[in-house]
């Protein structure tokens, strides 16, 4: 009973620090994603007063993707019953080029005060709209998100390694004798410490399996998935398979590593 409840506390420990490790994966997935659609709609409106030459302004600056030509004459049609032909011929030929500029990426408050700065430079340029205080409240937004899920994934992880390290020295303790006799008969220390590795291998593969079982199931849930589609214009998959293969290195690694500080430490303390 008591060696189950060993086995337990190490699961839920473990648990504990993949939950943290899974949860920041579909974060930085659900950022990505937040950042893809604002790519994909964000753009910067250039009033020129001379037509631009497409194929030179995307070869000029590296952060622009494409250019657009924004078409004039459906605000012109506006004026059709208020001018004649010859006034809005002429009031088209005086107004502004108007064009829309994509980007290669969601670009930072720097690469768009830097490029705006660059194309404003231009004689023919008359105005840049970069619409730079909604675009730098998102991305501090978006920052501010990254580094809550760092801080929470970091702390849980804290907690739990040294819950872990507590539930390794009880498992060394209540094998010691065992250990010390092995040891007697010349056993190396890691045949004496194998029960060790043991448990903490299998405790590593159930933590691993609750973790993935339990995100799987979020994947499945129909009012999460509608809530994710309702702000993303992408869809954030919860658990890949690579997930669960990182996730399992991960805990294995933790677990092995934390059980061999608490054998040698042991060791040198004898």
């Given at each position: 009973?008591?060696?189950?409840?060993?086995?337990?506390?190490?699961?839920?420990?473990?648990?504990?620090?993949?939950?943290?490790?899974?949860?920041?994966?579909?974060?930085?997935?659900?950022?990505?994603?937040?950042?893809?659609?604002?790519?994909?709609?964000?753009?910067?409106?250039?009033?020129?007063?001379?037509?631009?030459?497409?194929?030179?302004?995307?070869?000029?600056?590296?952060?622009?993707?494409?250019?657009?030509?924004?078409?004039?004459?459906?605000?012109?049609?506006?004026f059709k019953g208020d001018l004649s032909s010859t006034n809005l011929g002429l009031l088209k030929s005086s107004l502004p080029k108007f064009y829309r500029?994509?980007?290669?990426?969601?670009?930072?408050?720097?690469?768009?005060?830097?490029?705006?700065?660059?194309?404003?430079?231009?004689?023919?340029?008359?105005?840049?709209?970069?619409?730079?205080?909604?675009?730098?409240?998102?991305?501090?937004?978006?920052?501010?998100?990254?580094?809550?899920?760092?801080?929470?994934?970091?702390?849980?992880?804290?907690?739990?390694?040294?819950?872990?390290?507590?539930?390794?020295?009880?498992?060394?303790?209540?094998?010691?004798?065992?250990?010390?006799?092995?040891?007697?008969?010349?056993?190396?220390?890691?045949?004496?410490?194998?029960?060790l590795y043991k448990m903490a291998f299998i405790d590593t593969f159930f933590s691993t399996l609750f973790i993935s079982l339990i995100f799987f199931a979020?994947?499945?849930?129909?009012?999460?998935?509608?809530?994710?589609?309702?702000?993303?214009?992408?869809?954030?998959?919860?658990?890949?398979?690579?997930?669960?293969?990182?996730?399992?290195?991960?805990?294995?690694?933790?677990?092995?590593?934390?059980?061999?500080?608490?054998?040698?430490?042991?060791?040198?303390?004898?």
């Amino acid at each position: 009973m008591k060696s189950l409840k060993n086995h337990i506390s190490l699961i839920l420990a473990l648990f504990a620090i993949l939950f943290a490790i899974q949860i920041f994966f579909v974060s930085e997935r659900t950022v990505d994603a937040y950042e893809e659609s604002l790519h994909n709609s964000y753009s910067l409106i250039v009033l020129s007063k001379t037509p631009l030459d497409e194929n030179a302004f995307v070869k000029r600056y590296k952060l622009v993707k494409s250019i657009e030509k924004l078409d004039a004459d459906k605000m012109l049609n506006e004026f059709k019953g208020d001018l004649s032909s010859t006034n809005l011929g002429l009031l088209k030929s005086s107004l502004p080029k108007f064009y829309r500029i994509y980007l290669t990426h969601y670009p930072s408050p720097k690469e768009i005060s830097g490029l705006s700065y660059k194309i404003k430079s231009q004689k023919n340029i008359a105005r840049v709209e970069s619409f730079s205080k909604t675009h730098d409240r998102i991305h501090r937004m978006l920052l501010l998100l990254s580094q809550v899920h760092i801080f929470f994934a970091v702390s849980i992880v804290v907690i739990a390694v040294l819950l872990i390290i507590k539930e390794m020295r009880i498992w060394h303790y209540e094998h010691q004798n065992r250990m010390h006799i092995m040891s007697l008969f010349g056993s190396p220390i890691w045949l004496r410490s194998a029960v060790l590795y043991k448990m903490a291998f299998i405790d590593t593969f159930f933590s691993t399996l609750f973790i993935s079982l339990i995100f799987f199931a979020f994947g499945e849930n129909e009012q999460l998935n509608s809530y994710l589609d309702s702000i993303l214009t992408h869809d954030v998959t919860l658990l890949l398979p690579e997930d669960i293969l990182k996730l399992f290195i991960i805990a294995l690694s933790t677990s092995m590593l934390l059980a061999s500080l608490v054998i040698f430490r042991q060791k040198e303390q004898a």
